[in-house]
């Protein structure tokens, strides 16, 4: 019995974290290309991901993320590597749906067994009016240097006028 609770206690670590407000929003897979042929277990990969920020209409992300390959990696047993990279782009006419802070987490996944995840925050440079977002993937004990930044100058679309993204600042 102590095993079998062992075994959920590691699964359930194992499984992907997202932040609960934004459960409705994992990201969706575009594609994936293999970096590393492996003839007997699964390739080590480049998957490229989408995703809307759930707290502004109007931009998306696209963000890489390598897979580690190998039985280790098919398993979930190996420490994925901490290289990501990130796009964003205004797509639409850009509305916020509440008030954020400097450095608020628009999207968190696990990347390893332990301790790894990755996540992306968003920020407001207010003399630009340009929406900031990092991408960075971080270790519990030693953090990680590995990162991405991308911008997001808000402009008007189409009959919409561009939002200032300091008033939806919490102060």
Request: with cysteine; glycine share 8%.
């Amino acid at each position: 019995m102590r095993i079998l609770f062992a075994f959920l206690v590691v699964l359930g670590t194992a499984l992907p974290v997202i932040n609960p407000a934004f459960a409705n929003d994992d990201p969706e897979l575009l594609f994936k290309k293999s970096t590393v042929f492996r003839l007997l277990s699964p390739d080590a990969k480049l998957a490229v991901y989408a995703i809307d920020d759930p707290l502004v209409d109007g931009v998306a992300c696209h963000f890489t993320l390598p897979e580690i390959g190998g039985w280790k990696g098919w398993a979930g047993f190996a420490e994925e590597r901490s290289e990501t990279s990130i796009s964003c782009r205004q797509i639409g006419p850009v509305s916020f749906k509440g008030k954020f802070e400097q450095g608020d987490e628009a999207f968190r996944e696990r990347r390893s067994l332990f301790f790894k995840k990755v996540q992306i925050v968003r920020g407001c440079d207010a003399k630009r009016n340009t929406l900031v977002y990092l991408i960075y993937s971080d270790r519990v004990i030693e953090g990680s240097p590995q990162n991405s930044t991308s911008s997001v100058p808000i402009m008007p679309w189409g009959d919409a006028s561009a939002p200032r993204c300091e008033e939806f600042l919490e102060k």
